[in-house]
């Protein structure tokens, strides 16, 4: 069982590229959330998803978009990319939409530089 | 929105046992009281969940008194592979509890 996978592991991108963080988990779950990490900080909510075809936004939602077309794929696109984007990103997903009650797991991460 | 407080690091050695605590005055009737654990390079990881009293499994144990408003994690016997960063979650549904926090940096030497 994969679980969840992110891809890439990393990335270097040019500010003002687009880009789109790949997500997908084979645990059937109902919720997928997006989170950014910076140096030294804990996790911020970017955007999430209580079941395939809604969306919503969470914390830090600017520059950031979200689709959830089926319930394994979660995609995180940035339309341009700016140096303050650069983060460690996880995805995660839940059973239920009922985090943080509902236990969350997530993904390796990507590790995203916007220069 | 229940707002939590832990210590920024704690240190200890291998086999003692750890107890990290987080205050979460304002914690409301429906919230539960969760923690994870992140080690370097890796996502968070689901350690344990409560709402009262005390639970326990095969990695933790967490004390929540009768008030809710702290909760202590309790790590026996800690290894060096307990070295990671913890979070205390507290909250019911929806996007306003899924705040992490800082977290604790445990740090465990030979």
């Known amino acids: 069982i994969a679980g969840i996978t992110q891809a890439p592991t990393s990335q270097i991108l040019a500010a003002g590229r687009r880009m789109t963080l790949r997500c997908t988990q084979d645990?059937?779950?109902?919720?997928m959330y997006w989170y950014r990490q910076d140096l030294g900080l804990g996790l911020r909510l970017i955007h999430y998803s209580n079941t395939a075809g809604t969306t919503g936004k969470g914390e830090v939602p600017d520059g950031y978009s979200v689709s959830r077309a089926n319930t394994d794929d979660f995609p995180l696109t940035l339309a341009s990319a700016v140096p303050s984007q650069t983060s460690v990103y996880f995805c995660a997903s839940s059973e239920e939409g009922l985090a943080p009650r509902d236990e969350q797991f997530f993904g390796p991460g990507t590790r995203l530089t916007v220069l | 929105l229940a707002k939590t407080t832990q210590p920024i690091s704690m240190d200890s050695y291998e086999g003692q046992e750890v107890n990290i605590t987080c205050s979460h005055n304002?914690?409301?009737?429906?919230?539960?009281i969760t923690w994870y654990q992140q080690f370097p390079s890796q996502g968070p990881r689901f350690i344990i969940q409560g709402y009262k009293t005390k639970v326990t499994n095969e990695v933790a144990s967490l004390f929540i008194p009768a008030d809710r408003k702290s909760s202590t994690l309790s790590l026996p016997r800690v290894s060096l592979s307990d070295t990671a960063v913890y979070y205390c979650?507290?909250?019911?549904?929806?996007?306003?509890?899924?705040?992490f926090g800082s977290g604790t940096r445990l740090q465990v030497q030979p």
């Open positions: 304002n914690i409301a009737t429906n919230d539960y």
């Open positions: 645990m059937r779950h109902n919720a």
């Open positions: 979650l507290v909250g019911d549904t929806g996007r306003r509890a899924l705040t």
